[in-house]
């Protein structure tokens, strides 16, 4: 089945700095790669996502890449925010099936 | 437009007893998936249900399991509860099951004592 690796597991940068979070995975049929935010306490949001027919998609401060020969997708947050302190997610799936997720990336901007 | 609803919020039990978590999945959505999240770890999948029917299940034993109501509802049920089934278990629906963004409820937090 599908594995997916996130790195790093814990992120710590200054307000206003960018922040970047990698992911690989494994199977080379996966054609979806969102990413998700989990704040404190509160339930996984999706804030991103990407399709393989696609390198790079953009919204605001935030931007994903992929790399569909190396197996790689990232997230960049530009002017990183304290209120984008959380845990990040990565995850992949191929047609119809389930969500992989990585194991998450804990952001935490300091002002 | 209403999100996913679960519940109850938090629910307590003692070792060897029976769970039920329930889930309303956004109106329209027809695959319903459950995740535990255990404290600092993160979402692990499952049982995943689709049009009534159960599409995938994850590494967990035969005492997880769950179904979907033909109004896309779902319940998931844990038997013979054991201490470490203590965790925040997540539910969330997608439209479809093919490529669909989840969109998760606030989770069911169970506490086994």
């Known amino acids: 089945g599908e594995n997916v690796e996130q790195h790093p597991s814990t992120l710590s940068v200054q307000e206003g700095d960018s922040a970047v979070i990698k992911c690989t995975y494994s199977d080379s049929a996966s054609n979806y790669f969102p990413w998700y935010k989990q704040e404190l306490g509160k339930r996984p949001q999706l804030i991103i996502d990407i399709r393989s027919n696609v390198g790079e998609k953009k919204d605001q401060r935030i931007a994903v890449t992929l790399n569909k020969t190396a197996k790689h997708f990232s997230l960049h947050i530009t002017e990183t925010q304290p209120e984008d302190s959380a845990v990040y997610f990565c995850?992949?799936?191929?047609?119809?099936?389930?969500?992989?997720f990585g194991k998450g990336t804990m952001l935490l901007v300091s002002p | 437009e209403a999100g996913v609803t679960q519940s109850p919020t938090h629910l307590i039990k003692t070792r060897g007893q029976q769970a039920t978590l329930r889930c309303s999945p956004i109106s329209g959505h027809t695959s319903v998936y459950w995740y535990q999240q255990a404290l600092g770890l993160g979402l692990q999948f499952l049982l995943w249900y689709d049009e009534g029917e159960e599409r995938n299940r994850g590494n967990f034993p035969p005492r997880f399991s769950g179904r979907q109501f033909p109004n896309y509802s779902s319940e998931l049920n844990v038997n013979a509860l054991e201490l470490e089934d203590s965790a925040l278990y997540l539910c969330a629906s997608s439209l479809t099951g093919y490529n669909s963004p989840l969109h998760f409820g606030n989770g069911t937090r169970l506490t086994v004592t």
């Open positions: 995850a992949a799936s191929k047609g119809y099936s389930t969500l992989t």
